[in-house]
Nanobody, 122 residues
Framework: VQLQASGGGLVQAGGSLRLSCTAS????????MGWFRQAPGKERDFVAS???????TYSGAVKGRFTISRDNAKNSLYLQMNSLKPDDTAVYYC?????????????????WGQGTQVTVSS
């Protein structure tokens, strides 16, 4: 079982990035998926989740700026991040939920990717 996140990088405030996460088919087709992030010295925070049927949930910090999506045919999860702010700087992790629905707590996720660094300069 593997999750591979990519797409991070350095961007100026106001810019955009698109994160991708590929998963082995066994855990992708029926699982809710999510993105979390962890800034230096801080706890891991929920960013967004998407259920098997496409239903989405966002944290208040990113709602209206980030969009989570999935392509089941490609076993891929995405996070489009627009209007980025320095506070968005963190390592971003994709994760597969224990159920078919999205969730906002880390303990609801069974599999985790290795993380991709996003740095937003002011």
């Amino acid at each position: 079982v593997q999750l591979q996140a990519s797409g991070g990088g350095l961007v100026q405030a106001g810019g955009s990035l698109r994160l991708s996460c590929t998963a082995s088919r066994r855990i992708f087709s029926n699982n809710g998926m999510g993105w979390f992030r962890q800034a230096p010295g801080k706890e891991r925070d929920f960013v967004a989740s998407i259920a098997w049927n496409g239903e989405t949930t966002y944290s208040g910090a990113v709602k209206g700026r980030f969009t989570i999506s999935r392509d089941n045919a490609k076993n891929s999860l995405y996070l489009q991040m627009n209007s980025l702010k320095p506070d968005d700087t963190a390592v971003y992790y994709c994760a597969a939920a224990r159920s078919s629905y999205g969730a906002t707590t880390g303990r609801s996720y069974q599999y985790w990717g290795q993380g991709t660094q996003v740095t937003v300069s002011s």
